[in-house]
């Protein structure tokens, strides 16, 4: 199943039920006055939080949501039914936006909720409309109308650490073998589609796409997922030895964090030299010293070695 990041979806809460008119039948007497009940509550809408990154996917072929209806009053002064609440589940990290109000919401831990559209109250029974001056009113009310909108859905993916770096710099094939998450990899440098996840000792790892030059103007595929990176704890910038010149490969990468904003370019960063069996050891040790001149955490790692990727794994859990 495809992981999909934006959603849009209607919704609409439940009309309020309409209060009747009824009057009251007792033995012995031939009018007992007014008895007509309201209606009940239309139903509320709301969002909820889970934990399910992949549930907009599920949502795929459903894009409406109608909660119920209050009922209508009834006789004896009887109250119509409220209608059951609709609640929509939302992956946590999902950025929620009314485009008709332009309010926004945000779910970002289990279990959280908004009211987004309240229901309509319930009309009022010829019940309410009796005073002295009118023993036997002949009014009442309808159920008022819910809320409805148009509700557009961004997820950001709340992970604790997320892999960033150019295209085909390992990130993929190092989530594999820290976690097990089996993505896909390749030995050619397009950006993966869509992020993998991983979970490492309780702590989630997120494989962002790689990014091009100009990803923060909307080039490349890469630029939709720096939203993801903002919600990540710890940033791991891979750059593949392979890099002839990595302190390019490093700096290309920054300034689309920079330019994108969001607070990317102030978390915390380590800087992990990959694909060090493809280098020669001075060539790997001369990288390292290059990528050293930032002041940044560096290490280095293969996915060939499994004591050096056990090693970049404890540490990255430290953080």
Aim: one cysteine or more; a negative charge.
């Amino acid at each position: 199943m495809a992981f999909i990041d934006e959603y849009q979806f209607d919704a609409k809460a439940g009309k309020g039920g309409d209060g009747v008119v009824r009057w009251l039948h007792m033995k012995g007497k031939e009018f007992g006055g007014p008895a007509g009940g309201d209606g009940g509550k239309g139903a509320d809408v709301y969002i909820r939080a889970v934990r399910d990154v992949a549930l907009l996917s599920k949502y795929r072929s459903k894009n409406e949501f109608v909660a119920e209806n209050g009922g209508d009053g009834a006789a004896k002064k009887m109250k119509g039914k409220n209608g059951d609440d609709m609640y929509i589940d939302l992956p946590i990290g999902s950025l929620v936006t009314n485009t008709d109000t332009y309010e926004t919401f945000e779910l970002i831990e289990e279990g959280q909720m908004h009211l987004v559209l309240a229901g309509g109250e319930g009309g009022l029974g010829n019940d309410r409309f009796k005073s002295s001056r009118n023993v036997c009113p002949e009014e009442s009310t309808p159920g008022q109308v819910g809320q409805e909108g148009h509700f557009t859905v961004e997820l950001r993916l709340i992970a604790d650490i997320g892999l960033v770096g150019m295209p085909n710099a390992g990130k993929s094939s190092l989530l594999n073998v820290l976690t097990k998450a089996e993505a896909k990899i390749g030995a050619y440098p397009f950006t993966t589609l869509e992020p993998n996840l991983g979970v490492l000792y309780g702590r989630v790892i997120a494989d962002i796409p790689g990014l091009i030059e100009g990803a923060s103007e909307g080039k490349g595929a890469g630029h939709k997922f720096l939203r993801h990176v903002s919600r990540t704890r710890m940033l791991v910038h891979c750059v593949s030895c392979e890099h002839e010149n990595v302190n390019e490969a490093y700096e290309t990468i920054r300034r689309e964090l920079e330019a994108h904003g969001d607070g990317l370019s102030e978390k915390d960063e380590m800087i992990l030299l990959t694909k060090t069996d493809m280098c020669e050891e001075e060539e790997v040790k001369a990288k390292k010293d290059a990528l050293a001149g930032y002041g940044k955490r560096v290490e280095e790692v293969t996915v060939l070695d499994d004591m050096a990727v056990k090693r970049i794994g404890e540490i990255m859990i430290r953080g």
